[in-house]
């Protein structure tokens, strides 16, 4: 569904995108996390067709998007900081929705009046920040889109709502193989709903691989030895480590299966493996590149 290759953007000296390489399937939830100013919205930007890049190509179903009218007529992007047109009401704002998507679905658009509770005649500036991403939802699921971009999605929606804007957009996802592209900083919600996750850092993509494949291939792990750590357990990549007397939790890349081989020949007192949480994921992955969680000393 989308193909992005050596992708960069700097904006005077600073570079937003450095090398950008990164694919997503059609019919997948695809999260992108990463810390502030990593680049995500920048990336997200360049998806949609409202930037050009200085160099490297974005492809969507194998065409550009960039002034490409057939091609952002199936998608929809969410932005974090919405616009709507000064004084219009939800009602307005569809009509013009209708005059540039012509796979505009009204039919949905007045059952999905059920799902957000919001008065379509009302001017949409008078509303809340979580109701203005009520209105965002409603008319961009109503253009039925093959791309959703989503960009700190559910921002300032309590959580009911979050819950019925995700079970309407992966209902899409079954039915039609919507694709999902979504960025955000809540990683227990996108380890719910994503297959997919990128981890960005500094313009770059650094890690890409199904949510699955990157649980696998990091490991808690709670040990306790008779003596010292033995010196064998430093064949292995350990990438944080903490200890409470006997006890030691280690952060471990790798095999998860040939962890546990290798820590059972040295004849543990205990050994227990624990999941880690997406969250705990992305601190160690990015641990090693100045973004480490450290003690602060006051």
Not at 123 to 150: E, N, V, Y
Not at 246 to 269: F, Y
Request: with cysteine; hydrophobic share 40%; net charge negative.
């Amino acid at each position: 569904m989308i193909e992005i290759r050596n992708l960069t953007k700097s904006f005077d000296s600073f570079m937003a995108l450095n090398g950008v390489n990164l694919s997503v399937k059609k019919g997948s939830v695809y999260g992108l996390v990463g810390p502030n100013g990593a680049g995500k919205t920048t990336l997200i930007k360049h998806m949609a067709g409202i930037m050009i890049p200085d160099s490297g190509e974005i492809l969507i179903e194998g065409e550009p998007v960039f002034e490409n009218t057939a091609a952002k007529a199936r998608i929809s992007y969410i932005p974090d900081d919405l616009y709507f047109f000064p004084q219009a009401t939800l009602n307005d704002m569809k009509k013009y929705y209708q005059s540039i998507y012509p796979t505009f679905d009204e039919m949905r658009y007045k059952k999905l009046q059920e799902v957000f509770p919001i008065d379509p005649k009302k001017s949409l500036k008078r509303f809340s920040r979580g109701m203005q991403k009520h209105a965002a939802f409603w008319l961009g699921i109503c253009t039925r889109p093959d791309l959703m971009l989503l960009d700190e999605p559910v921002d300032g929606l309590d959580p009911v709502m979050r819950r019925k804007v995700w079970s309407v957009l992966l209902q899409d996802v079954a039915e039609r193989e919507m694709t999902v592209f979504v960025s955000s900083h809540n990683l227990r919600e996108l380890e719910d709903v994503c297959d997919h996750v990128g981890i960005m850092h500094q313009g770059k993509v650094i890690l890409e691989r199904s949510l699955s494949e990157i649980q696998n291939n990091i490991l808690k792990l709670q040990v306790a030895f008779e003596g010292e750590l033995p010196k064998e357990m430093e064949q292995l990549d350990i990438v944080h480590r903490q200890s409470s007397g006997r006890i030691w939790v280690l952060i471990i890349r790798g095999d998860r299966d040939r962890i546990l081989s290798h820590v059972k020949t040295l004849n543990p007192l205990l050994v227990d493996a624990l999941p880690l949480s997406l969250e705990e994921i992305f601190i160690y992955e990015l641990g090693g590149m100045d973004y480490a969680v450290k003690n602060i000393i006051l």
